[in-house]
């Protein structure tokens, strides 16, 4: 049975089944298929039923199998980290903002706050470390001339942002969890909707970005830096 990383990389029109039943398809991308379906309550016929009736959505139809990794790096940097740090500005100002507001009554939106901050400071230094250092060594072995590098093997580097990626899943659970899965209460004004609007959709957006480092990106540099260096 594939895991649900090898799934969503084989296919992307899973991607959006894996969020809706919450299967953890980017971290948690070596699980099997059936161990996660068994967790989230179907079977995997029941899976493979859905995912064949589904349609692939056009911002999930990207299929990287005969592009290259450099390809990909501009890719990520152009589509998600760009994008990560605007929205990431932004949603601090939005915490802020909402919890200057209702906080007095609405304890959880301290933690919210609190949650988003630490996720600025993880994703930050994260991204600027794979564009200054993993991004360019990678594309240097792609091209068959690998730049020196002091980190020994991609192997090491790779493991230290699984590592920080796994952090950062952690931080998107827990603003899950205290937001109640991103569900504003009833008498929550537009700003208040807005910023648990944006943190659900941040969320699917940071998953989709680590399953394509995690399970597409990482393996293929790995394999091809012990092609070429052998």
Known sequence: ????????????????IFERLQIDYCCGGKTPL?????TAGITTDEFFATLNASPAAPEHGLDWSGRTL???QNYLVERF??????????????AAKVLGVHGSRRPELSRVAQLVKALTDDMLPHMMKEEIVLFPYVASVE?????AC??????NPVRMMMMEHEAVGELLAALRTTTSDFAPPEDAC????????RLGAFE????????????????????IERAVLV
């Open 1 to 16: 049975m594939k895991s649900v990383g090898e799934i969503a990389a084989e296919n992307p029109a899973a991607i959006p």
């Open 34 to 38: 059936s161990d996660a379906c068994a």
């Open 70 to 72: 450099t390809e990909l």
């Open 81 to 94: 980290h760009a994008h990560a740090r605007e929205e990431l500005d932004a949603l601090n100002l939005l």
């Open 143 to 147: 091209s068959g001339e690998p730049k």
């Open 150 to 155: 002091c980190f020994g093997s991609v192997e």
């Open 190 to 197: 537009f700003s208040y909707r807005e910023l648990y609007r």
């Open 204 to 223: 699917t957006e940071t998953h989709e970005h680590i399953h394509l480092e995690n399970n597409v990106h990482f393996p293929r540099a790995i394999e």
